[in-house]
């Protein structure tokens, strides 16, 4: 069992940075690839970035490729989500979220076996 409790969300201008931050109970950590999704009003989740056990491989969408950088640190049993030059259009709920099996889709949102409470990022013009 993980729980995972996300936080560093907020209000900021377009163009501004945030950096989410989502910690995870339990000492199997670092045996889960972990992953970020959003969903904003009206729309279905979607996936935001993925990280693997060790750190090595990172993958993301391609509306925050460039911009948003996925990290960990297994000693603090943690994932970050580092957004830089935020648009309106990243305003959502933000979720992590872990994956067993590095087996699966990390993409999919269903492959995802344990959720945080979601954590709300606002993006004004």
């Known amino acids: 069992q993980v729980q995972l409790v996300e936080s560093g969300g907020g209000l900021v201008q377009a163009g501004g940075s945030l950096r989410l931050s989502c910690a995870a109970s339990?000492?199997?950590?670092?045996?889960?690839?972990m992953g970020w999704f959003r969903q904003a009003p009206g729309k279905e989740l979607g996936f935001v970035a993925a990280?693997?056990?060790?750190?090595?491989?990172?993958y993301y969408a391609d509306s925050v490729k460039g911009r948003f950088t996925i990290s960990r640190d297994n000693a603090r049993n943690t994932v970050y989500l580092q957004m830089n030059s935020l648009k309106p259009e990243d305003t959502a709920v933000y979720y992590c979220?872990?994956?067993?099996?590095?087996?699966?889709?990390?993409?999919?949102?269903?492959?995802?076996?344990?959720w945080g409470q979601g954590t709300q990022v606002t993006v004004s013009s």
């Open positions: 979220a872990a994956n067993s099996d590095s087996s699966r889709s990390y993409a999919d949102h269903n492959e995802y076996d344990y």
């Open positions: 339990g000492r199997t950590f670092v045996n889960y690839f």
């Open positions: 990280i693997s056990t060790t750190g090595v491989h990172t």
